[in-house]
């Protein structure tokens, strides 16, 4: 539908997260406190998350997901090497039980995450999804990609983030599920 809007992530060590997206007024929540995995959006309303989905939220609220690899998945196998635009990458499959497999392309030169490619858990069940990052700079010494580009059978997404800012004091209420309407 090529809308453009406002995406702000907030993250908080160890396991809190909420991401709000603002497309003209049609607000998309989805948030973490450490313990209740909640979302709303203008379809489902306001809704605590349980299953999958949860876990799915809880996993992808470790603040520190990127270094938990091996905690987060029951088993990583290299199965190979592919290219992501003119970059070479190396696979690999990350199982995590319930949640399924991933595959996880990593940058043969750098080592950066170029793409992930899994199932991701809603209201109206799992979907494949793919996420392409690129438009890496650094950050306080940590090189982050300032381009997400989300790919599901049903939307496709680029988000191009114009600040990243660490260690900003955030209160723990930011995350908690909003009070219902």
């Avoid at 396991?15 to 929540?29: A, D, L, P, Y």
Wanted: hydrophobic share 35%; no cysteine.
């Amino acid at each position: 539908m090529n809308l453009s809007g406002l995406v702000v992530v907030k993250e908080k060590a160890p396991n809190r997260s909420v991401f709000t997206v603002n497309f003209n007024g049609s607000v998309f929540q989805q948030g973490f406190d450490g313990t209740v995995g909640w979302s709303s959006d203008p379809q489902n309303g306001l809704r605590e998350q349980s299953g999958d989905e949860l876990s799915e939220t809880k996993r992808d609220s470790d603040f520190y997901h990127p270094l938990d690899l091996k905690q987060m998945y029951s088993k990583i196998t290299v199965t190979g090497a592919d290219k992501i635009d003119d970059r070479d990458a190396y696979v690999l499959e990350a199982s995590s039980g319930d949640l399924g497999t991933d595959k996880i392309y990593f940058d043969a030169q750098n080592g950066l995450v170029l793409r992930i490619v899994g199932q991701h858990h809603t209201i109206d069940g799992p979907a494949t999804f793919t996420e392409d990052f690129s438009d890496f700079r650094e950050v306080d010494g940590i090189k982050l990609p300032y381009t997400v580009h989300q790919e599901s059978p049903s939307s496709t997404f680029t988000i191009k983030f114009t600040e990243i800012r660490h260690n900003e004091a955030i209160e723990d209420a930011v995350f908690a599920k909003p009070a219902a309407h």
